[in-house]
């Protein structure tokens, strides 16, 4: 009756040569498509080193005004743009300017990067129903595969550094964008697209003309959903060598530095709160037309 | 405006069954199979049975039919929104249902235009960006859309409001948007599906004149879809009524009044304002050769309203008629134009009740229930 007790499994020498054997050819392609997979992602290194430099190099006060500028024009709301600068000049003033500029940067390209992957995905997600239930589980093991797990993969093939970090931060920030979009787009009222069908509009411009416009509030939702996600990955992705505020905050792990930790985590929040109320504000802009002047 | 007389539309022995297995179950509808027997033996929805209606071009035809008869369906067949299950819908000599995706759309683009029920505006464009969308579908140059776009804003009643968005408007001046979208397209064939259904009565009404004060110049081909026997009869040169998804009358609004093919287009027929509906050509005698022809002329085509209020006014006792021409062609006393007037009142013969609506007509029984009777007599 051992059977009912313990769980009858794979023999342990068949278990261990199984997994040796998963490993090993891991390791082989590891080894042989290494480099060339480094290759490819080349371009989005420079990318990333050149807008990191960029954000670094510029004088404070210029970064400072340009971010209060992006702010006004996407929420058009003194308040919004106040509490940027206000937050920006708390951080700079605690001595974390360099470190927030280095996170601003990776999260700003991982966030191009999602939706740059993301809005398509959807789009062709919306068309079709196999489509749909082909991508929907695979989205479901990207957001609930513990980041460590993927982590292990990603290092092999490409080591430390902050492109297997921004990977792991894609792979973690892209499922709300993908499913908002689709949802969006499957939300766009059925009446219009007739609409757009009766007066022979091609697909693409049924596309350009209704269905994204429509989702856009939605979309905006999924952009801003993506903007947290990757910041909530910032610590995680210092592990594998990305520099910014994720750094001092696994260094206060280590050694049980309280204040580090909490200035660290606090401007963490400070950018979030930014990038959360001017793509909102934005959003929110968008749907204008919605107001309804008659009862 | 380059404005091209309506084509016509040829509707041929269409089918529209809804399900995975319609094409087999073509010939079993087309040997009788009613619409209960094709749901309850094959679970398929008939939607439309032997439909064959011709539209000559430049008319306004009306589809009338209460909800769930297939009058939605029908006008979504014209340009091809639906897919027939069998049948020809020729528009201009040529089949629709044989074109290919590109010609369908070139013949969407260029052929017809559609006004919708929900108004299905985009919202977030605003009244001028609404009003091109046929044309900016199309590719014709941004100087000309907003030309020609102005132009029927203008005339649908919306000017000053091009640059709100469709939610500011109320429904009525929703529906205008709608209209000069359509018409802004310049197609020669205009589906207008319930588009004033949504609409209070009097905004109705105002719709309705503003349409055929519009049509007067345009000369569409007008498809339009309604429920309301009032609307069909103010606004159709042809009607066809649909129930359950089959035909079962076509003719004039005069034919429908004076003639309702069976009980079902009675009991509508009898609420209508007669006075207004019923023109002087469908109930005067002809006129023979040994009459005086009275002093007073009018023309066939005015309402029996009309011609009262000239009866009352003149003091004479008949007025003659004259056709378009100008040609007398028959007499009309007021006895003759109250009779008309009055909904065909029933006779009580036993149990039954015996409608006459007009001498020559076939006669029609109704049960009328023991309890009844003592308020009819």
């Avoid at chain 1, 939702?221 to 990757?230: E, K, L, R």
């Avoid at chain 2, 809804?18 to 094709?38: P, Q």
């Avoid at chain 2, 649909?242 to 609420?271: C, H, M, N």
Wanted: net charge positive; charged share 20%.
């Amino acid at each position: 009756m051992t059977w009912l007790t313990t769980f009858p499994h794979m023999d342990d020498a068949y278990l261990t040569a199984f997994k040796k054997a998963i490993d090993e050819g891991f390791r082989q392609f590891t080894r042989a498509y290494g480099d060339r997979i480094e290759a490819f992602f080349s371009p989005l290194q420079s990318f990333l080193i050149f807008s990191e430099r960029l954000m670094i190099n510029t004088p404070w006060p210029i970064v400072i005004a340009v971010i209060a500028l992006i702010a006004w024009a996407a929420s058009r709301s003194s308040r919004v743009v106040a509490g940027a600068v206000i937050i920006l000049l708390a951080i700079g003033y605690f001595g974390m300017w360099e470190d927030t500029m280095r996170t601003i940067s990776m999260i700003l390209v991982c966030t191009v990067l999602s939706v740059v992957i993301g809005i398509p995905i959807g789009i062709v997600m919306a068309r079709s129903a196999h489509v749909q239930n082909f991508v929907n589980p695979i989205l479901d093991v990207m957001q609930t595969m513990p980041s460590f797990v993927y982590l292990i993969p990603v290092v092999m093939l490409l080591g430390i550094g902050k492109v297997p970090g921004l990977i792991a931060v894609v792979i973690y920030a892209l499922p709300p964008m993908v499913r908002l979009t689709n949802l969006g787009i499957r939300l766009v009222d059925r009446d219009v697209l007739e609409a757009a069908d009766a007066f022979g509009s091609s697909n693409w411009q049924k596309l350009k003309n209704v269905q994204l416009p429509l989702a856009m509030p939605t979309i905006m939702a999924g952009i801003n959903q993506t903007i947290m996600m990757a910041l909530a990955m910032v610590v995680i992705a210092s592990m594998i060598g990305v520099q910014g505020l994720g750094q001092p905050v696994l260094k206060a792990i280590a050694n049980q530095y309280f204040t580090l930790g909490i200035f660290n985590g606090l401007a963490i929040v400070g950018i979030a709160i930014i990038f959360d109320r001017v793509s909102q504000a934005f959003g929110l802009r968008l749907q204008k037309h919605r107001e309804t002047v008659h009862g | 405006m380059a404005d091209r007389i309506g084509h016509g539309i040829e509707i041929r022995r269409l089918y529209k069954i809804f399900g995975d297995r319609a094409v087999d179950l073509v010939d079993a509808v087309k040997g009788g199979m009613s619409k209960s027997a094709l749901m309850e033996q094959h679970s398929h929805v008939l939607g439309l049975k032997d439909i064959n209606i011709s539209m000559p071009g430049g008319c306004i035809q009306v589809i009338m039919g209460l909800s769930g008869s297939g009058k939605s369906t029908l006008i979504r067949h014209i340009n091809r929104l639906i897919d027939p299950t069998v049948g020809e819908v020729l528009v201009d000599g040529v089949n629709v249902v044989k074109m290919n995706k590109a010609d369908l759309m070139q013949f969407r683009r260029h052929q017809t235009a559609m006004v919708f029920q929900k108004f299905a505006l985009l919202p977030h464009r605003t009244v001028l960006d609404n009003t091109v969308y046929g044309l900016e579908v199309q590719g014709v140059s941004r100087k000309r859309q907003v030309e020609n776009a102005m132009l029927w804003i203008e005339r649908v009643g919306l000017s000053g409001f091009q640059n709100r968005y469709p939610n500011q408007l109320s429904g009525g001046m929703q529906q205008r948007v709608g209209l000069a979208r359509a018409l802004t397209n310049d197609a020669p064939i205009l589906l207008m599906d319930e588009a004033f259904s949504a609409l209070d009565p009097l905004i109705r009404a105002d719709m309705q004149t503003v349409l055929l004060g519009l049509q007067k110049e345009i000369k569409k081909t007008i498809v339009f879809i309604t429920h309301d026997l009032d609307e069909a009869l103010r606004l159709g040169e042809r009607i066809a009524i649909l129930r359950d998804g089959e035909v079962i009358q076509q003719g004039t609004s005069q034919e429908i009044v004076l003639k309702p093919a069976d009980e079902y287009i009675a009991r509508f027929v009898k609420e209508v304002n007669r006075g207004r509906v019923l023109q002087v050509g469908a109930v005067m005698d002809p006129l023979a050769s040994t009459t005086v022809p009275p002093r007073i002329r009018v023309s066939v085509r005015i309402t029996l309203e009309e011609t009262a209020k000239m009866l009352a006014q003149s003091g004479e006792d008949s007025l003659a008629v004259i056709d378009d021409d100008g040609r007398m062609v028959g007499v009309v006393d007021i006895r003759q134009i109250v009779k008309a007037m009055a909904p065909p009142e029933p006779t009580i013969v036993g149990d039954l009740r015996v409608t006459e609506p007009t001498p020559d007509l076939h006669r029609r029984y109704t049960y009328v229930p023991e309890h009844s009777q003592q308020r009819v007599l």
